[in-house]
């Protein structure tokens, strides 16, 4: 079993990373791997809404700035792990346009994979960052794991993270819990527990 952890900070290696390091340990000392996927620091194009991926499932952008990798990487995984650094009170630009196109091009496919968010703050806009990213999963059927307290970490470096001893603790429980649902999910499936039939969508625009 393995979990995508998903950096959606421009630092390869600081405070989301840390945090989120924190949560591979508890995944790990629980039998499960991880991978990392950063999202980089060069531009991201947002969703134009072109529709391409209605029929493709692959964002028609995404051969180039490796959006196409990441969904068929969020396939082939068996949870993910989304984490930010806050900026003004949300989270990063090119995260949203990173999730927004994942999303929007092939959700319905990462559907009963366990997902879950952390932030990196100095100091606020943590609850609402962490909201934002739980949104993509919630519209997406995929169960949202939690931890002790709210997985928020805060710190300008690294080391101020390491100084937060909760929030690195809660991350690491979040690794830990996602470990157990995992196996939970897969000694379901094993005893032959599948996700109930999907109901055929009513899409409406509340004008009917
Ligand atoms: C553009 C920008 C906006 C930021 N806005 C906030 C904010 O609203 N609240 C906050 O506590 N920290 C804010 N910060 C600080 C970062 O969220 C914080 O230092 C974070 O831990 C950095 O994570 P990283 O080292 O992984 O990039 C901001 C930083 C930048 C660059």
Redesign the pocket.
Known sequence: MKVLLING???EK????TALQSAQKGLEANGVAAEFFWIGTEPIKPCVACGACDTTQRCAFGADDGINTLIEKLQEVDGVIVAS?????GINGSLKSVLDRAWFAASSTYAFKPAASIV??????TTVSLDQINKYFLVSQMPVVSSLYWPMVH??TAEQVLQDTEGVQVAYQLGANMAWLLKSIQAGKQAGIVPVPLENRAWTNFIR
């Open positions: 900070s421009p630092h600081k405070c989301t990373y650094p806050v900026y003004y009170a990196s703050a100095r100091r606020g806009g710190g300008q």
